[in-house]
């Protein structure tokens, strides 16, 4: 059971057979279908039905950001006012090139930021520029910030079902 939803052997086939992505062939359902067992309209209706409770979070497409000349990775870091950040953090996520954003502790006085949001660009200057971006929409609640940039990748995948 997973929140209020009975997951059964076939919707963990299903899980199993989409964790690395649909099938890149012009009818994944119906590729999910073979590879299951499992009718393409049944399959479509437990993914709907998955996604619907949480389970399943999206079905989309992942760009690979590096392929795409994006390799300058910035992970903006922010000291957000406490009684701003329920309101701003979500706004943050919610601009077009942050891919990742998401409220962390402080763990002071070390490290006083506890609203992350990651950026790409094609360069540095690019990610500056979107940390401007950032630093303006959160104003005067934003008392600091930094970027940490990535130097190389360690995981580039999600939660996977053991098999």
């Given at each position: 059971?997973?929140?209020?939803i009975?997951?059964?052997?076939?919707?963990?086939?299903i899980?199993?057979?989409?964790?690395?992505?649909?099938?890149?062939v012009?009818?994944?359902?119906?590729?999910?279908?073979?590879?299951?067992g499992?009718?393409?309209p049944?399959?479509?209706?437990?993914?709907?039905?998955?996604?619907?409770?949480?389970?399943?979070?999206?079905?989309a497409?992942v760009?690979?950001?590096?392929?795409?000349?994006q390799?300058?990775?910035?992970?903006?870091?922010?000291?957000?006012d406490?009684?701003?950040?329920?309101?701003?953090?979500?706004?943050?996520?919610?601009?077009g090139?942050?891919?990742?954003?998401?409220?962390r502790p402080?763990?002071?006085?070390?490290?006083p930021?506890?609203l992350?949001a990651?950026?790409?660009?094609?360069d540095?200057?690019?990610?500056?520029?979107?940390?401007e971006r950032?630093a303006?929409?959160?104003g005067?609640?934003?008392?600091?910030?930094?970027?940490?940039?990535?130097?190389?990748?360690?995981?580039?995948?999600?939660?996977?079902l053991?098999?």
């Amino acid at each position: 059971m997973t929140d209020g939803i009975a997951m059964d052997a076939f919707d963990r086939a299903i899980i199993e057979a989409t964790q690395e992505g649909l099938p890149l062939v012009s009818r994944p359902y119906d590729e999910v279908a073979r590879l299951t067992g499992i009718p393409a309209p049944e399959v479509i209706e437990r993914m709907s039905r998955m996604q619907e409770c949480g389970v399943i979070r999206r079905v989309a497409a992942v760009p690979n950001h590096y392929a795409l000349g994006q390799k300058a990775n910035g992970m903006t870091v922010w000291d957000v006012d406490d009684s701003c950040i329920a309101r701003l953090g979500p706004e943050v996520g919610r601009l077009g090139f942050v891919t990742h954003c998401y409220r962390r502790p402080r763990v002071m006085p070390e490290w006083p930021y506890n609203l992350f949001a990651m950026v790409h660009g094609q360069d540095r200057d690019k990610v500056s520029e979107k940390a401007e971006r950032i630093a303006a929409l959160l104003g005067p609640a934003s008392r600091a910030h930094d970027i940490i940039y990535s130097t190389r990748i360690l995981k580039k995948t999600g939660f996977r079902l053991s098999a």
